[in-house]
């Protein structure tokens, strides 16, 4: 995958020099550098859609004017899900670029961005565009302490109270719901436990077990037969890789056919029915973003329309999605900051973030989204469906602080 992140960052390089025409008026103007770390190889393996969508947002973005005149240009380059490589890209490019010109970074990499720590918060003070949605990073307490980073998806903790409420909500024994949370066994599986019995409690669940799995598990059948001894009425999967996702679901349907299985934004693809087929069947999930076969919604539209383009063989359209969300934000982040004629500096940027007004390209079907917690504010609960090989809304987009009250 090296010569993948060479192939990005090669093209990023020549798009900043080459001059399109659009630009020809505004040729002295400085263009916005944006620099991506994701995980083309890795321990997650490769993921090319994480920059492919990076890439194309940065197109797209151009091809509508820029950054009020000024090109975006997005470099990519291969964090592997490593916190040493992913450090050594940020740190070299801080040093080497100027900050009046590096003015914001993205990455897929929860314990990386806690790593950035003090480097983005308290030196260099560059807005921070995250895949990870840390219930530990992004909390009320918390994001005091690091004002330029942002999550792009509603938090983890929230989204599993959206899963407890629902839960609830259609349970249909008096008795509360019984639940086992069956976790990644690191850091970031951990990640938000006290936020699932905080909404557990609140919500009227009881949550039986928390049961942890190997990253490297290749069968989870001790963990369901346990499930079926305690009488766990719904699994809560708490998982962000494809290749355990496909491990999982197949064992799953053999031990716990009948048990509901919930997820949150990393078991939300489409994907999962070209690999384990049915077995993805009644997968609930919740999840800040539409799904690629929904065309009606303008952001899929324009999103699909640049990918065939392009020529893109998309597969993790969550990932492509997400990765064109985090150009999208500080673009028109940026935007806002020279409408209102001010100075465009990592400061302003980063609080025009929390001010934006944006529906993100009609991604919410028409409704705004409200950034002032760093998170977003909206979300759905989905069900994979296998008559029709895809995920159908089963709410519509909500606001999720209000659904949680």
Known sequence: MKSLTLIFSAFAMVFAMSGYTQFAEGADKKPVLMLHTCPLSGILGSVPDTGYGLTDAATYINE?????????????????????????????????????????????????????????????????????????IFNDEEIKKTPYFFATGPGYGEQWGMVLKYIKLNHKKSTPPRVAFHYFDNSTGRDPMGDLEMYAKKFGVEIVLMEPFSPTAQSFATSFLKFRK????????????????????????????????????????????????????????????????????????????????????????????????????????????????????????????????????????????????????RARVLRADWSKKTLVPMTEWVDIYDYLK
């Not at 940020?90 to 950035?116: G, I, V």
């Not at 990393?266 to 069947?281: P, R």
Request: charged share 25%; hydrophobic share 40%; aromatic share 14%.
């Open 64 to 136: 509508t004017g820029g950054i009020g005149g000024r090109e975006l240009v997005g470099v990519v380059e291969d964090g592997r899900y490593d916190v040493p490589t992913t450090l050594g890209i940020f740190n070299r490019f801080a040093e080497s670029e100027p900050k009046d010109e590096f003015l914001s970074y993205s990455q897929f990499c929860t314990p990386c961005l806690k790593a950035l720590t003090e480097k983005v918060n308290e030196e260099e003070k560059i807005p921070v565009l995250a895949g990870s949605m840390s219930a530990l």
């Open 230 to 377: 305690e009488e766990i009425e719904y699994v809560l999967f708490w998982n962000w890789s494809l290749k355990i996702g496909v491990r999982y679901f197949k064992e799953a349907k053999k031990y716990l056919p009948k048990t509901p299985i919930f997820g949150v934004h990393w078991t939300a693809a489409n994907l999962y029915f070209n690999f384990v087929g049915k077995d993805y069947d009644n997968h609930f999930v919740v999840s800040g973003y539409p799904v690629e076969t929904e065309l009606d919604n303008k952001f899929v539209k324009i999103i699909t329309d640049m990918a065939k383009k392009k020529d893109r063989k998309v597969m993790a359209w969550a990932f492509y999605m997400q990765s064109w969300v985090m150009a999208q934000l500080p673009a028109e982040a940026a935007r806002q900051v020279l409408r209102e004629g001010k100075p465009l500096t990592r400061e302003n940027l980063r609080y025009a973030l929390e001010n934006i007004d944006t529906d993100l390209l009609g991604m919410f079907g028409g409704e705004k989204l409200d950034y002032r917690t760093h998170k977003f504010s």
